[in-house]
Structure formats: structure tokens, C-alpha cells
């Protein structure tokens, strides 16, 4: 694949990318740095990408190795806000339509509660039911088999469901 054929196909994920990279970081300049670096090592490794195999992927695979050599290098934790979840200068999903106050209150709560989930569940949801990617390419991305995959989307839709109780309604147990 030539460079510049590789370099548009790669800028085509740069909004799914960032915000993948906003849920780690929990910070838009830091998201930012996090895309660049993604990128930078996606052309300095482009002859190891297979034309015909799907870049998006491979794309969020660098994005999530990147992401893990960059949290080891820090070795800090988040800062922690009264409500027990990180603090952050960026929303999680910044695409978001505008939303009445009844709908902000939900999307907040639903960020917090996904904020609560551990890394290795979380990741793999988000990956899944957000981006739209397949179980195979979630497991390629984290590295795991299929059936891991399965099972820590599983338990971040139970956990889910256990923070998020309160909207369940009265008919729901």
C-alpha cells in the first residue's frame, strides 16, 4: 500500500480513535497526544499493516498498546472526584447530541457508571457496542480469545445494570 493510499485510510478512524482515546485518558490534551503518538507509530510501522485486512483494528490495536506503554511510563492514577470517579476536563462520548437537562442527568450517570468498570471490562464494551467492531476484532485488539471477550462484555453489561438500576423501571427486577 503506498504511503499517502495508507496515510488516507488511516486519517478515515481519527474520530473513533479519539474518542477511545478520551475514555482512557479521561483528558482531552492528553487524548490528543495519545492519537498523535497512535498515528506516528502506525506510519513508522506501515509495512507491517496486511492491505485487505481491516485497519480500523489494527488502528485501535495500536491506539490500546500505546495507551498501556504510556500509563506504565506514568505510573499515576487518576485524580478522584467526590462522587468516587476520575476527573476529567473531557466527556466521555464528546459526539454527544445537545440534550434536555432530564437526558444530561442520564448521559452523566451513565458515564459514571461506566467510569466504575473495571479497564478490562470496560474496554472490550466500549470497543464492541460503541465502535461497532466484531468479537474477533475486539479480541484481536485485546489480545485475548473470543470467548474472554464475550465473557468481560458480559460482566460489564451485569455491572452496568447494577449501577444503572434505577432506570430500570418498576416493571424490571
Request: hydrophobic share 40%; charged share 30%; net charge negative.
Amino acid at each position: 500500500m503506498a504511503d499517502d493510499e495508507f496515510r488516507q485510510q488511516a486519517l478515515k478512524h481519527l474520530d473513533a480513535l479519539y474518542n477511545l482515546a478520551v475514555y482512557l485518558t479521561r483528558n482531552g490534551s492528553e487524548a490528543e497526544d495519545l492519537v498523535q503518538e497512535t498515528y506516528a507509530r502506525a506510519l513508522r510501522f506501515s509495512h507491517r499493516f496486511q492491505p485487505g485486512t481491516y485497519m480500523r483494528a489494527w488502528m485501535f490495536q495500536i491506539l490500546r498498546n500505546t495507551s498501556l506503554t504510556f500509563f506504565r511510563l506514568r505510573e499515576r492514577e487518576p485524580a478522584i472526584s467526590e462522587a468516587g470517579v476520575p476527573d476529567s476536563d473531557a466527556p466521555m462520548f464528546h459526539h454527544a447530541p445537545v440534550e434536555d437537562g432530564e437526558s444530561a442527568g442520564a448521559h452523566m450517570d451513565l458515564e459514571r457508571a461506566l467510569a466504575l468498570v473495571p479497564e478490562e471490562f470496560r474496554t472490550p464494551l466500549l470497543l464492541a457496542e460503541v465502535e461497532g467492531l466484531s468479537l474477533e476484532e475486539v479480541a484481536r485488539i485485546m489480545d485475548c480469545p473470543v470467548g474472554t471477550v464475550k465473557s468481560r462484555i458480559f460482566r460489564a453489561k451485569e455491572r452496568m445494570r447494577g449501577l444503572l438500576k434505577d432506570y430500570g423501571g418498576p416493571d424490571r427486577a
